[in-house]
Structure formats: structure tokens, C-alpha cells
């Protein structure tokens, strides 16, 4: 801090800021499972090594579980290796999808796999579900936050009402869900891992639907992935995002928005929407222990190279 800026601060505030502050961002070797050394990979077949370096281990949440990119996400991770499965979503969505996650569940027989009902938007059900799957799954390693709305409204009409529940879903709702993830990761002293959904239009005025909302929402769960980075490298928990840009699912169907996508198409170095399995493989990387364990505070965008222009 220079000396003007803490010139209106009195010595007894500074001392306890700095007590307060530096023991909680201040790493020493082996203070943080992220700091002690890397044990290496036993010297087996190639591939087995690859195998090994992109494993990823332990108990995972997936908020928004149920939906598209949740749900392909979870495969992925079961595919490299995950023990136990807590898919979140809103019950009518877990109910809708439930064929889906059954059939999910069927092809990992060996995993525990659980349904538990959130809605990111309520602290108390957040509670309830992080607590919840915290005892069923005894321990929580990683989290991954696909729960999120979408919103176009123009900014001159927009109520307050579509605007709030925009950001309360999106940002708000993926805070308060990473805090209480990492407030198990903290107790455990294992650590673990944080992945956001944030967006290509985090990054990005979309065209031609007005979104703002939905734009600043995404901005912010880029900018908190980067500051929970920084605050929780102590406890061991990496926190990174995801920013996808146009995907082939429901949120981007249907015949309203052919012409749409027509214009989203041709401002695409591609020149097409992603497919939502596209995006599992910077998952599987952001999420892996041995891959991803030195990748904090970054987001990848996934976007066909449409932030490129
Ligand atoms: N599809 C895209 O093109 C795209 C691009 C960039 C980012 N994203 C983001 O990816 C994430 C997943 O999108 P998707 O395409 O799979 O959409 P989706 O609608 O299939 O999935 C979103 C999920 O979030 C759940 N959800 C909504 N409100 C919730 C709440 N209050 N509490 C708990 N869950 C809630 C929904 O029930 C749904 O299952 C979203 O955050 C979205 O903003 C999507
Ligand atoms: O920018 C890609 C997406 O986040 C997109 O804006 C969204 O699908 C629009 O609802």
C-alpha cells in the first residue's frame, strides 16, 4: 500500500488488516496441498501415463447437473475416472432428465451417483444440498457450476425483476455455491477444485440479440474465477472457467432464432455452433489433479474462434 493511500488509516488498522490478511493469502512450502510435491507417475505403459496425467479423482457436484452442457460434462468426468456423482439441478429439471441421468448412471455402475434437488437462487437450498451431498458422498473434491439462465431483453425496457434474476442465477448463485463447496475443501484440508461456467460473452457483445444481463453476469463469474483463485490457493483449491461460445443445445434451438444463428454463423471463424461434447475436453483438463494442478484463475474460451474477430 503507498503511503497515500493508507494515509486515512490509523496504525491500529493497518496492524490488524495485516493480521488479518496475511496469514490468509501468505503460502510457505507444504502449506497447501497445492504446494507439496508432485509424486510422480509410476513408470508404467505410455499409455497408461496419459491416462494418468488426465485421471481425474475423487467426489464432484454439477450444478445445473440435468442441463446440456452439465450433464456431458459429468460423462466426461466419469469417463476419466470420478468415484462418486452429485448431480444438482431444479427438481423439475431433474425430473424431466431423469431418463437421461439414469441412462447416464447405467453406464458406471461402480459409481455412486446421486440426485439432489438446488436452486442456486436460495441460500437455504444451497445449504441443504452442499450438506447433503457432503455427507452422502463423504467429501467434496471438485465442483462444477453449469446451472445458469439465459436473458434477452433490451436494456431500456428490461424490469428490475428479469434483470436481478439474471444475476442471481448467474453470478450470485455460482458464488454462493463455490463457497459452499469450498468451505468443505477448506475443512478437509485436501483442497479441490472449482470450475465456472462463464461465457464467450463474458468477453463479448453479442449481435444482434441484446443480452446485457446476461453478459455482465458472466463478466463477473469471469472476474470471480481469477479472485477465488488468488483467495484460495491457500486452502489447496484451484478455481478456473470455462467460456463457451455458441453451442448446438436447447438454449440456442428452435425456429425463432434460424436467422439468428444465420448472423452468429458468419461472425464464427468456423462458421458454425460448437457441439456441446466440445467442450468436455477443457473440462476434463481444468478439472484433472495431475493436468490441471498448476492452472489457477484462468478461463478457456471454447468459441470456434468468434472472439478472434
Ligand atoms: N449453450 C450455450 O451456447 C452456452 C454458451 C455459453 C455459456 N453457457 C452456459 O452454460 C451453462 C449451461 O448451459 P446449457 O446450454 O447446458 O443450458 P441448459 O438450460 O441445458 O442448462 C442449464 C441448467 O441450469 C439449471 N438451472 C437454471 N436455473 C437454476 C437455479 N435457479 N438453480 C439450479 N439450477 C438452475 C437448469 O435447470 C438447467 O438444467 C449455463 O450457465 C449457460 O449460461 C451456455
Ligand atoms: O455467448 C454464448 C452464449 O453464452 C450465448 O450468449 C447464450 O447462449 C445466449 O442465450
Known amino acids: 500500500m503507498s503511503a497515500d493511500a493508507s494515509a486515512g488509516a490509523t496504525e491500529d488498522q493497518r496492524a490488524s488488516l495485516t493480521s488479518r490478511v496475511l496469514p490468509m493469502m501468505t503460502l510457505s512450502e507444504g502449506s497447501s496441498p497445492l504446494t507439496r510435491p ?16 488426465f485421471q481425474v479423482q475423487g467426489k464432484a457436484i454439477v450444478t445445473g447437473g440435468a442441463g446440456a452442457l452439465g450433464l456431458i460434462s459429468a460423462q466426461a468426468l466419469l469417463e476419466h475416472g470420478l468415484s462418486s456423482l452429485c448431480i444438482m439441478d431444479l427438481p423439475r429439471t431433474l425430473e424431466t432428465s431423469s431418463e437421461e441421468i439414469q441412462s447416464l448412471a447405467s453406464k458406471f455402475p461402480s459409481v455412486n451417483i446421486t440426485k439432489v434437488p438446488l436452486d442456486v437462487t436460495s441460500i437455504e437450498s444451497i445449504k441443504a444440498a452442499f450438506e447433503q451431498a457432503n455427507k452422502t458422498m463423504e467429501g467434496i473434491d471438485i465442483l462444477c457450476c453449469f446451472a445458469g439462465i439465459p436473458g434477452c431483453q433490451p436494456s431500456l425496457t428490461v424490469t428490475p425483476d428479469q434483470f436481478s434474476k439474471v444475476i442471481d442465477v448467474n453470478l450470485n448463485g455460482s458464488f ?6 469450498a468451505k468443505c475443501m477448506e475443512s478437509s484440508g485436501k483442497g479441490g477444485c472449482i470450475l465456472f461456467t462463464a461465457s464467450m460473452s463474458a468477453h463479448y457483445t453479442n449481435f444482434p440479440q441484446p443480452q446485457a444481463a446476461y453478459n455482465a453476469s458472466k463478466a463477473g463469474v469471469a472476474h470471480l474465477t481469477r479472485n477465488l483463485a488468488a483467495e484460495w490457493a491457500v486452502h489447496g483449491i484451484r478455481v478456473n472457467s470455462i467460456s463457451p461460445g455458441y453451442m448446438d443445445t436447447i438454449l440456442n434451438a428452435g ?12 461472425r464464427c471463424p468456423m462458421g458454425r455452433m460448437g457441439d456441446p461434447e466440445e467442450i ?3 473440462v476434463v483438463l481444468l478439472c484433472s489433479q495431475r493436468a490441471g494442478r498448476y492452472i489457477t484463475g484462468t478461463d478457456i474460451v471454447i468459441d470456434g474462434g468468434t472472439l478472434t474477430l
Open 38 to 53: 508432485l509424486a510422480p507417475i509410476p513408470s508404467t505403459s505410455a499409455r497408461e501415463r496419459a491416462e494418468a496425467r
Open 176 to 181: 454462493f455455491c463455490a463457497q459452499a463447496a
Open 255 to 266: 425456429d425463432s432464432l434460424a436467422d439468428v444463428r444465420k448472423i452468429w454463423d458468419s
Open 280 to 282: 468436455t475436453g477443457a
